[in-house]
């Protein structure tokens, strides 16, 4: 059975920087992508970052381009998001996902989840 858990949200001021981690059970997963979603309230969950499997390609959706950094250690089957110079904008309950499959961009070809962890940006 797959498990991903998600940790290291919490309350930081703009400007500030915080790591989450999203730790992985069941499955190899340096062999999938690995995926950073998070959602805001009233909206929908949006993609924030990837990590290709086997050290392929990272993406990032524009608004965190050059403020975020994804990373993976396959090794603890972990995957983590740097977020420096945060923004209000960035409050949401972010989520790490992996797909059964093939990975990309869009929420639907993601199968497994995390329980997600809130992320607060004061201004």
């Known amino acids: 059975q797959v498990q991903l858990e998600e940790s290291g949200g919490g309350l930081v001021q703009a400007g500030g920087s915080l790591r989450l981690s999203c730790a992985g059970s069941?499955?190899?997963?340096?062999?999938?992508?690995m995926g950073w979603f998070r959602q805001a309230p009233g909206k929908e969950r949006e993609f924030v970052a990837l990590?290709?499997?086997?050290?392929?390609?990272?993406a990032y959706t524009d608004s965190v381009k050059g403020r975020f950094t994804i990373s993976r250690n396959n090794d603890k089957n972990t995957v983590y998001l740097q977020m420096n110079n945060r923004k209000p904008e960035d409050t949401a309950v972010y989520y790490c996902?992996?797909?059964?499959?093939?990975?990309?961009?869009?929420?639907?070809?993601?199968?497994?989840w995390g329980q997600g962890t809130q992320v607060t940006v004061s201004s």
């Open positions: 996902s992996v797909p059964y499959l093939v990975g990309g961009r869009c929420s639907h070809k993601y199968d497994y």
């Open positions: 069941g499955r190899t997963f340096s062999s999938y992508v």
């Open positions: 990590f290709g499997e086997r050290g392929g390609g990272i």
